[in-house]
């Protein structure tokens, strides 16, 4: 499976699927990360830490953990 | 007269705060929402002969069973009706903006949307058509821009009216059909149930279906704590509530769902399902009413290349915490000075005007240096607290902290903290009440309880004030930002074993999660920070006159009684003297276990007690600091800083520790840990000095 993970800095993607269950992922669904939403990988902090997604026109911050839970059809 | 009841919701950060301001002014309550701890404001504007209620609800992304707030929200919308429901929506946002008011669509049609925000959308090249949107969702849509406070006089008109007049015929969103086949069989299940008396039947069906577990549950309010003024000495944050399940109704509907479960329709598919039908509708109305004008990159991008890069992002935040520091600090000392010399003119006045009335020796000095000296002490450091708060709302309300939370996320993550603990512990540098306060936003209430526990290990303002006072009399020069630096890093490392450990005390084996929202940039209103530094700065003044009054009298008449004998045969003394055993093994002399015994009701009064045992000017720092280096050495200080800045903060961060955790047992841990870790790293301070050959 394509995670988020595999998307690399500025490039797109498009959401398939989300893993896992309860509050995390009903909030990511609430955030708009539903299949079909494309999302945009803008920069990843240092150090493993989380990173800036672009979509709906707003900018959300995920840890990478979290962004693995997010199945994706990459897109150039 | 007539009244109207208006509720205010809106997704965090759209200006949501500043448009309750700007119609309430200063009338204004703050308690909690009932059993919660979740703030609750509400206040009153007049309008045309009319007494508007405004109720601001908390800011939330949606309305499910996962969070307080949301609960809260939606709760208030169902249960208490209120006559209209405003929702801020940012123009520069619309389409998760929009996902809320979907939502509240359905549950409700008085609603009037304030679209605020659209010169940040035009711009970042969006232009929204707020007649078009009106049309589509059926409510009016009124254009605001809240920190200028345009339009909000026409969107109160509009919410009065819709207030006034009957419920519409509301828009019904409208869901694919495989979706509507499963909600109408779920409304036959339930029409004829007493849930559907409350609560509107679509909503409701379609909350079944989603299998939200707080449908159907009653909860019962009962008061724990009776209200108590001084209880509450810092902040404001009503009275402790629990909050039991009083019951569980049976759900009608189990059937279905199971017949659904098996044909592939569990919870997480309909929860699914139902997310992503919203977002299909508004990416299908979208067309109508939005517009992109020009695209580029926008200031918010431009800022972030900056202020987000891996190489400048950590210099930049590093020179702002810098800079914070150092206003409220340094550039902040002149004014603190200015308050103590005014006080301690003050008392001289005042005592002046007893001697003219020859009042006995005693209360002239219970007067100036038991309570002139002590508030003076304490209030001295109120310019500090307002200008750190200033700062401190200034970055949050402008986007930065998110930022910052994004830089700083790695280090909470390998303390397995959540990504928003980061502001709890930022805000417990200006105060540890609002910091624990802060830790409300964490949803996991184990991540909320580590979050609160560790809080107490940051050094707020008036420690950090004690203890550059006391630095500066005994490391003069570099010497001292170096003691600083090592005492803040001591901090910093306690913070971190802390929070290790206490992920295991607790038993959190829950991953923490982290996912936030990054607002666009915007220059905060003067109006909305000043506002909410005040609050801080008012409970900390509020202290100064309850708290550190009776403390400061207490010490006085301990000292100076029985009169006429040396200090340590006084009351104080003899205290002090079974105390000492304890304060043996760190080197600290009975005045100094006075002093620590005194600062638990508030740490800001340790100077001023210190002041009266050693018998100086209490209301001038420098010569208390200076008057303690001729009974201390430079370990023996080194080691009371040490001690000082980890043990107890004071009594209102306790107070506020069980009213937020809910727990006597586990803020009597807290106590505890406090205690024992500060003694402990004391010990460990004074031992390593021995085999350093330090004194």
């Known amino acids: 499976m394509t995670t988020l993970m595999d998307v690399k800095t500025g490039r797109k993607a498009v959401v398939a699927g989300i893993e896992g269950s309860g509050a995390l992922r009903r909030r990511m669904l609430d955030m708009g990360i539903v299949p079909g939403v494309e999302l945009e990988v803008m920069r990843q902090a240092p150090w493993g830490g989380p990173i800036q997604l672009r979509l709906r026109g707003y900018y959300l911050a995920m840890r990478r953990s979290e962004c693995a839970q997010i199945a994706v059809a990459e897109r150039i | ?432 009440v609002p910091g624990i306060m802060a830790t409300r936003t964490l949803e996991d209430p184990k991540d909320r309880l580590v979050t609160i526990l560790i809080n107490p290990l940051i050094p707020c303002v008036p420690r950090l004030g004690v203890m550059s006072a006391v630095t500066a009399a005994f490391f003069p020069g570099g010497q001292g930002a170096l003691v600083l630096v090592s005492l803040l890093t001591i901090s910093i490392l306690l913070v971190m074993f802390s929070a290790l450990f206490l992920r295991r005390a607790v038993g959190q084996t829950e991953r923490s999660a982290f996912v936030m929202e990054l607002p666009l940039y915007h220059l905060p209103t003067w109006r909305n920070i000043l506002q909410l530094a005040w609050v801080r700065t008012y409970s900390f003044l509020k202290r100064a006159w309850t708290f550190i009054l009776a403390a400061s009298v207490i010490v006085w008449v301990l000292s100076s009684f029985p009169q006429g004998v040396p200090m340590n045969e006084s009351w104080a003394g003899t205290m002090g003297s079974w105390l000492e055993g304890i304060g043996r093994p760190l080197g600290f002399d009975w005045r100094i276990m006075v002093a620590i015994v005194f600062g638990f009701t508030a740490k800001e009064t340790t100077l001023s007690t210190l002041g009266i045992l050693y018998g100086v000017a209490a209301n001038a720092s420098q010569s208390i600091a200076r008057a303690m280096t001729t009974a201390m050495t430079g370990l023996g200080a080194y080691t009371f800083l040490v001690v000082y800045m980890l043990y107890i903060p004071c009594l209102a961060t306790v107070v506020t520790t069980y009213k937020e955790s809910g727990s006597l047992r586990w803020t009597a841990f807290g106590v505890a840990y406090n205690l024992l870790l500060s003694f402990a790293v004391g010990w460990l301070v004074v031992q390593g000095g021995h085999l350093l050959g330090l004194h």
Request: one cysteine or more; charged letters at 20%; glycine letters at 8%.
């Open chain 2, 1 to 432: 007269m007539d009244k109207v009841r208006i509720a205010l919701i809106g997704n965090p950060n759209v200006g949501k705060s500043t448009v309750f301001n700007a119609l309430t002014g200063s009338n204004q309550q703050t308690g909690n929402w009932a059993g919660k701890t979740v703030e609750r404001r509400s206040g009153l504007a007049h309008k045309e002969g009319l007494v508007i209620e405004l109720v601001d609800l908390p800011g939330t992304y949606s309305f499910t069973a996962y969070s307080q707030e949301e609960v809260i929200t939606r709760d208030y919308i169902l249960r208490d009706k209120p006559d209209a429901v405003l929702a801020i929506v940012d123009a520069a946002n619309i389409e998760r903006n929009l996902y809320l008011v979907l939502q509240l669509l359905e549950m409700t049609s008085k609603v009037v949307i304030g679209l605020n925000m659209l010169d940040l959308a035009r711009s970042t090249g969006v232009d929204i058509k707020a007649h078009e949107l009106s049309r589509i969702l059926r409510v009016p849509v009124v254009e605001i821009v809240a920190a200028k406070g345009q339009g909000l006089d026409k969107l109160l008109q509009a919410a009065v009216k819709v207030g006034h007049s009957d419920a519409l015929k509301s828009l019904s969103i409208p869901y694919p059909p495989e979706l509507e086949e499963k909600i109408q069989r779920m409304e036959e299940v339930l029409k004829n149930t007493g849930l559907a008396k409350r609560y509107p039947l679509r909503w409701l069906a379609i909350k079944r279906l989603e299998q939200d577990p707080e449908i159907g549950q009653e909860w019962e309010v009962r008061a724990v704590v009776p209200v108590q003024a001084h209880a509450d000495a810092c902040c404001s944050t009503g009275n402790a509530v629990s909050y039991d399940l009083k019951s569980t109704e049976d759900l009608p509907g189990d059937v279905l769902l199971s017949e659904l479960a098996q044909a592939g329709w569990g919870q997480e598919e309909m929860e699914m399902a139902f997310a992503d039908a919203k977002y299909q509708y508004i990416n299908q109305i979208l067309p109508v009413f939005k517009s992109q004008v020009h695209s580029g990159l926008n200031l918010t991008e431009k800022l972030d290349q900056w202020v987000l890069s891996p190489i400048w992002g950590y210099p930049i935040l590093t020179g702002i915490v810098f800079l914070a520091f150092w206003v409220s600090f340094i550039l902040s000392a002149p004014l603190g000075d200015l308050v103590s010399q005014g006080m301690s003119g003050l008392a001289e006045l005042v005592v002046g005007v007893m001697q003219g009335l020859s009042i006995p020796e005693v209360w002239q000095s219970l007067v100036r240096d038991g309570m002139f000296a002590g508030v003076g002490a304490v209030l001295a450091f109120v310019p500090q607290i307002a200008i750190f708060f200033v700062l401190y709302y200034f970055l949050q309300d402008s986007g930065y902290l998110a930022r910052a939370a994004f830089l700083g996320d790695r280090f909470m993550q390998m303390l397995g903290l959540h990504g928003k603990s980061f502001f709890s512990l930022i805000s417990s540098y200006g105060c540890n």
